[in-house]
């Protein structure tokens, strides 16, 4: 039912994808398997910008009609983007979580922590695991 | 974890089962809003099995229960269904629950499902406390099954498993009848601010209710509806939950529960409440929507200029209104419309504004 786990994203075992955008940041956002557990997502609350978030700390918050839930950061480092679109259609977050759903983009202070992160192919067996 | 005769129906179904107090009940079988869409629209079917049902019967029945609820249950015409609230002697909420006259001398008692067992030992003990010798309280939870039909295409959809016409049935009002031939009670009544149906029908046989209701409302739109639409349906249109609004601290005045209670009578709790009406209220329940962005949920703190002066029992977006709404309690000095609170949402104030209840009114035809 989820849609596939794009090859080009890393993932958290919280459920977060991580784009590494080549040039020392990285773009993020909650998976498709994510959002379809939430359901109806209906606020979302953005960082700050210029927030120091840490790689697997809570950075934002996605709330669906009947729960809250943190959004923890991919990788450490500084928010210099949120995307304030989600502001008025936190939506868009069920209808394409990959790509027009992002969250946030962050300016890492140490890259090598994506190598904690999971590929599609790992994220795949973690996901039928907790099933 | 207590199982309602549809339970396995509601895993059939797709429903994600969570245990609402001890029972295991559909929060949601696609997603809130949709089923609150299709409530409001078309019609929604809930499994209300868990809730509880009381027979109360004798010549004694109409004194004893008039010494016990608060609402006045005199010229109550047959069929005619009494909201009301029971309260301990500090005039504190024990369950609101429907009273029904059935016929002469018997009624039927609907409970919540978490506080069924202590409003049951509670009636057993006014009765012995009072000595009414001549009234049988009669605990026939686990052999009725429920049924809410909500939504505006209910009539259409129920009328051909019932006997008896529905046209002319009154919201408030219940008749019993066939349904699908086995004798059963409809109720125009329900907890949504939807016209629709409660419909109680023997534990054995309400799956079979179920199925065909479900069949036959399928080309209407009709869908089974989980607790989670259930909570934002009712928040939507301005109705408390036991637990969240209402608790053995809380009076019916300080809740939108006034209507219900007649200090003119004498019932246990009248006293308390009738001190607290002459004293005057400590806090009273009102309904705010977020100006700010932002959801209030229940137990957030509420703050006006800067003081903490109550909390929040319930929050939520809803759906058909597309705002944030809660419910919460206020000191009296700012329980007035349009007066502006704020909600403290993780480490945010965020504004609020009091407005009037419901938030949401069915236009009626």
Known sequence: ?131 | MLKTPLYDRHVQLGGTVIDFGGWGMPVQYTNVVEEHRTTREKAGLFDICHMGEFQVTGPDAFAFLQSVVSRNLEGQEVGQMKLSVITNERGGIIDDLTVYLMSPERYMVVTNAGTKDKDFAWFLKAKADKGYANVEIKDVSAETGKLDLQGPLSEIILQPLVKDDLAPLKFYYAMETEIMGKPGIVSRSGYTGEDGFEIYAPWDFIGTVWDKLLELGAPYGLKPIGLGARDTLRLEAGMMLYGHEMNEDITPLQVVYGWVTNLEKPFIGSDAIRHEKEVGLSQKLVGFEMVDRGIARNDYKIFKDGQEIGRVTSGTFCPTINQAVGLGFVPMQFRDVGTEIEIQIRDKMAKARIVKLPFYKREKV
């Open chain 1, 1 to 131: 039912m989820s849609k596939p786990n794009p090859t080009d994203l890393k993932y958290t075992n919280e459920h977060e994808w991580a784009k590494d955008n080549g040039d020392g940041t990285v773009t993020m956002g909650i998976t498709d398997h994510a959002q379809h557990l939430l359901t109806d997502i209906v606020y979302v609350e953005l960082p700050a910008l210029g927030k120091q978030v840490v790689q697997g700390k809570q950075a934002a918050v996605v709330e669906s009609v009947k729960s809250v839930s943190d959004v923890y950061a991919a990788v450490s480092g500084e928010v210099i983007e949120a995307n304030t679109a989600l502001e008025g259609s936190p939506e868009t977050v069920n209808q394409d979580a990959f790509v027009a759903g992002w969250i946030m983009k962050i300016k890492m202070s140490a890259p090598a922590e994506l190598g904690n992160l999971m590929d599609a192919a790992a994220y795949d067996a973690f996901i039928a695991e907790s099933h």
